[in-house]
């Protein structure tokens, strides 16, 4: 789903420091690639690589990034083999100068549009939506920039958020239906367009207030305006975003991610109990969930499995031979706290169910009684065509029920909470996209 | 304190790998540098830098290690400037052949035999007590290996483990108080050394039982003997192991770190109880004792802090005036948990006090009410002689009175452990050094 | 200027090998970046970065790149800051699927063109050349890809070879007049296409053919075909490439480089005679000219200068402080050789002249009686509009007379190789552009 | 046969940026590694790897590497794998304080020594002669640091120069029979020790004097002295160091290398010449002499082979099959000079005689009639024992007669030049060890 950030100074701020720690902060929504690209009176200079953020910058390139309006991005990998190529921003020069893109979402005509600009006689240097984009503004050059975007925007269909970088404004955009999040921080007097909350935190920014959906904003000198969508439909966030995606100390939309999940711990232990003992997380992604269970529940929290945190990019991995042999590098099970124990064992959601079974199967190895499996959400049934990356083959839910799943996994019980109580955990209804968990998305979908 | 593992394998398994893995597992236990030495037919290779394990090991380095025993290191990095040089195993030829050692404590009277052996002509390639110790055992050459080794540790006084590899023969050797941690494990019939139970569990091994006090036990064709000591003190284990060095899902000297930690927590909460809506931790180091405080004290447990997982050793540090500015880069408050709450903050100690003051400043910040500081061990008044980084000149208990640390941190009420509770949460007592905290050390000490 | 190279291979070679040994021939002619690109069954796959061919190629990445057909290139590196955006063959995708364009030269009219397609919504990822191409050619997708390549090519103007990969030919192009070099080699019966034979040489190709000017060549499945350009002028090569740019060991349109300066050089000794005891030459440029001169007038050819060949790119370079203090890096005098003799130096030309007056420096510190310089070309006076990386700025006969060059630099005599003799040593008339050095161009130019 | 260089500086220089320099111009001496210490009040920092220096040293590190006196290595590799523990300078420690060196040449009974050290308890880290040479040093630390070296010396045999940085002395020494090079230099009016002369050109600085046979230097605070040891023998200077080692740029012990080389050329023109159209030479080790012999026989001199000079340590090579199939990537020919043409070609040795079969080889199908091949120097009959890369298996000349030899490369004449005119060459008699050609050494060798 990537996360983008992008800030207009006017304070002579170190914008490139302040960028790449907001990469850092926004790191959990993308590892594949990291880049940055910064305005200096007009000539645009980026740098962009595979890796995250510490290891495709370095002092050296921090320092050559000056300037007073910047954009940065770290993708999150999705299709096919990782190439330097489709990082971002996209950086290109048009009629009216240079234009860097900052993208998150899936445009889901992106495809459609590609072949008319291609019957056009266009061609394509990236696989990236941000190119498609940039294609149709540089068609509408005539007009006033703003104008251009709105047009360009006109014809495109998806979930996505953009930060875009003129030679002399910073733009936010996010879609009709507001699927993805992007928040507008302030640094002093300063305007500041990020995914998430969690980054403006992290780079000491106030929290101003949510782009709306089908909201542009345009930031210049020090201030902002908005401008509305001609269409905007009713709000479709992607829920998985409160499930997995978002950080817990994000804010969206005024919805607390860390209250959300705990919310949907505490709903999961009410409509699902379990007689157990403890009450333990996989980790990290089920650990807000838990321990809003084992609030609820009464039931202690404990932790019944380590994770080992200094895995590394570049890490070798065991063969399988080794697998076999019982090598298991990212966790560890506490025996101490699960010998002898009922275990419930909580999570946020299960994809495939592969790791799944291997950590229900250690901590029975390690002497659990028995072990409870409760999902902090409902079963992932269908395919996401907005930039998730689920294809309906890999989904367990889809080719077994929850029994079948239960046993597959080799757990005493399974139950995922309900879609109601999912959303009634965010505080809000009506508001989400929820196409992987039921099959409704806000849109027409060509599906393959 | 350093991380050490050894293995002789008898079944043609890959080693290096395993190693490798093992040293991931006790990573945490030295972040300077990384090596590893196999005997491939007397003839002993290596590899060594700076760095952590997954940075210093390529696949290829790895592959090119190959034999049928092997022994690893990852550095605590203690004085001065990391240099490659001072990476371990040492490696080194003598009479007999070639010789490697990974030592892990501290000699302290390692400077004095130095001299004693420049005195007579030797000398020094590196700043490690491995290179006096080889030293040492050389000077006994003429006597069988066994007994060499069992000579030159008759000299040597302070606090050390260390696995030796010698052209045929595997050796663990603990020092007579047994002041640090050395186990053995079972990978089918063959013999491994570790630091920690918890690279046996991740390498896929039994633990068999620890290494004693003043034991030295030597593996050679997958038998394993024990020779004794003439010496055997009382044992006097490093309290800190359970406080914060050691991984939480090992078990030391038959003791869990974990059941140790959150047990500190409840009897914190026993006799420092406070009026408050939530217990949270300093991530990750006062995550057991935290819990364990919830559960005595029956106040719910919750994050308050949310930490950084990506961050890498080339990361870019922000400047002190980013830092004023409000960039914070580790951590970030989770302001929905913490904005009107009392809370309870729990960490395993105070060194400095210059982290802690930080995040009770972002509690505050966050709209905290109160902020309730309980540490799960006594102040730190006396420095470490035995390998700790800890000197005197840093330690805020020495320089402040408990009232006067509370004010400047900034925290409403500041309580620590006492010392008893802390040993009696390990269920044994009489067996530690408690220097640290106490100024009680198992052997008479030359203060500088 | 650019190197290329391309194969269309019908025997299951090893082809990206092929393609980097190629390009390390060709490695004189540009040093900037390194590229390739490899069709496989139609999906291309490349790598290109910053750096010569050793360094941006690694064993896994050239096992990697696995195809049929494939092109590469060194870019010589001109104006402002090296990009690896920038670095070739440049990869699209349009109508027709992808598209790897490797070029060499400059188009003259290609910010013109730019402007025109940014009118009609074209954006521009890189500053290339080929990147106007690929747009001119997509316009053209109806047709037939050779036909949408002659009609491209028809609005270009300038100095210019390429070679391009579509998903199923390679084609080769030279400009109409012929000004930069291209020719065909064979490899069993395989098809090569490269900017020099020094390359067919080092991958033991055969060479087939020139590429003759105005000519496109399409190569499919082992065959071959031409299609002459509808307007073929006379033609007008560069004729730097004879002074300076190709290496020795090719032959460009039946022309010996290495004949050809060698008879520079022995013109120059006829024209312009030196009483001296020695003739060397500056390395490596003015060796083979030294060797002509040295033949012609019986004086005895020797080296009076040493080449240190460790030179790499990451080197060091010395402050100016430390060349003030005598530190000389790339060059030593052979004092034996040049103390107490009157030298003759050959050079191929001079350019800004810097480098000449450091080194008559030398030769005079050393001991040198006389110095005579020798210039195997005439005065470069005028800026070369097709790639060459001279400006009318920086040129030293364009702000000096000979005499006050000679004064400048430091020699006892100055004399340089009359256009007409330079063009005699070809062998060949009225075939050259000479722009830079008497201001006659093939075609208009736009001058700056 | 390596390279070392040393600097004492009084007048606050860049003192590591010189010695990097330096380095660069002894790099011809080794490739294999490079390293560098400081002493910076008697603090020694120091830093060595792998690579050429341009390689080992980054900016970062010439910067923090700051001293007055500092020593400087580039080893030559020979035995077994490439190890960076065995680069230099060793730095040690030793009851004086600390002891760099930088070794060259080869101690014949250093093993014999190690094994007396070993049976006294000593340790060895690696594998050098500088660590055995630093153990004796270290036994004699009662004496001042000059008699300490003068004592140890007193036990080594062989060939060898060193330089020795003290805590607050530069000591340069060159063995008794001034075996290999050793010279000293002027910067100011400080002193430096380097290898070779050709070294302190590139530096600025000037030729002071040769450190005769069996003499040690002792620089301090801007003052040399001399000590000389009590046994001298007559000089047997290394004549492969005329043949092949030195840079002809060097001058040693008053002999220029390259006139050396010239003189060897025209007294092998004189005793062996040819009927043949032109002189080259396989570059870049036969030229000078190949000049000589032009000059000499009147017969044009002529470049008949191109060397690609962008060849890096880290380049791919080509497969076997590749080779087989043509690719050649060091050397091409110019097919133009030597078509249809009676060649001399001039070498200055044969060792193995694989290189020379390819090119001549080369020439053959280039279409040159007839290839004369002369060497320079006399078969390499006998193993070097003293730090060259020879030993009796890979000696062609050993193998073969010189008939054989000339079948066997395939060239219709071959002649090489006598030890008497070689030496004649080099200006001085009875001054060389020519153990290689003759298998006269200048000392008893326990041959293997």
Chains 1, 2, 3, 4 share one sequence.
Do not use: W
């Amino acid at each position: 789903m990537c996360g983008i950030i992008g800030i207009y100074d006017t304070e002579n701020r170190d914008i490139s420091k302040i960028l790449y720690y907001g990469l850092y902060a926004l790191q959990h929504r993308g590892q594949e690639s990291s880049g940055m690209a910064v305005n200096n009176n007009g000539f645009i200079d980026y740098h962009k690589d595979l890796g995250l953020a510490h290891e495709v910058f370095s002092e050296e390139i921090i320092n050559r990034l000056r300037g007073n309006v910047g954009v940065a991005h770290v993708k999150y990998g999705t299709n096919g083999e990782p190439n330097s190529i489709n990082a971002e921003p996209l950086v290109v020069g048009y009629k009216k100068g240079a234009l860097a893109i900052s993208s998150s979402g899936k445009i889901i005509n992106a495809e459609e549009i590609r072949e008319k600009l291609e019957d056009e006689g266009t061609i394509f240097a990236t696989d990236t939506d941000a190119e498609v984009v940039a294609n149709l503004i540089a068609r509408f050059h005539k007009d006033d920039i703003e104008m251009a975007i709105v047009n360009a925007l006109k014809s495109i269909k998806g979930s996505y958020t953009m930060i875009l970088m003129t030679t002399d404004r910073l733009i936010g955009v996010r879609d009709p239906y507001g699927m993805g999040p992007l928040c507008i921080g302030k640094l002093g007097k300063d305007y500041i367009l990020s995914s998430e909350t969690c980054a403006l935190d992290t780079i000491g920014a106030e929290f101003f207030r949510d782009v709306e959906p089908g909201e542009m904003v345009v930031i210049k000198d020090g201030k902002i305006k908005s401008i509305k969508s001609e269409k905007i439909y009713d709000k479709k966030f992607c829920i998985f975003e409160f499930i997995y995606l978002a950080r817990p100390d994000s804010k969206i939309d005024g919805v607390s991610v860390y209250l959300a999940r705990r919310e949907a711990g505490k709903l999961l232990a009410k409509a699902s109990p379990a007689e157990a003992d403890i009450v333990i997380s996989a980790p990290d992604s089920g650990t807000v969930a838990a321990i809003g269970y084992a609030e609820q529940s009464g039931i202690p929290y404990a932790e019944g499995l380590i994770k080992n945190k200094y895995i590394g990019r570049t890490f070798i991995e065991p063969t399988q031979e080794l697998r076999e042999q019982g090598v298991r590098l990212k966790l560890n099970v506490l025996k101490e706290n699960v010998e002898g124990k009922r275990v419930v064992l909580v999570d946020d959601s299960i994809v495939r169910g592969t790791t799944m079974r291997r950590i229900v199967g250690m901590l029975k190895s390690a002497g659990a009684k028995e072990v409870h499996l409760r999902i902090a959400s409902p079963p992932v049934m269908d395919p996401c065509y907005f930039g998730l990356d689920t294809t309906k083959k890999n989904l367990i839910a889809v080719e077994k029920s929850i029994e079948e799943i239960r046993e597959s996994i080799g757990a005493d019980s399974l139950e995922y909470l309900s879609l109601k109580d999912l959303i009634k955990g965010t505080g809000e209804e009506g508001v989400y996209c929820t196409g992987c968990l039921n099959g409704i998305y806000p849109m027409d979908i060509h599906k393959n």
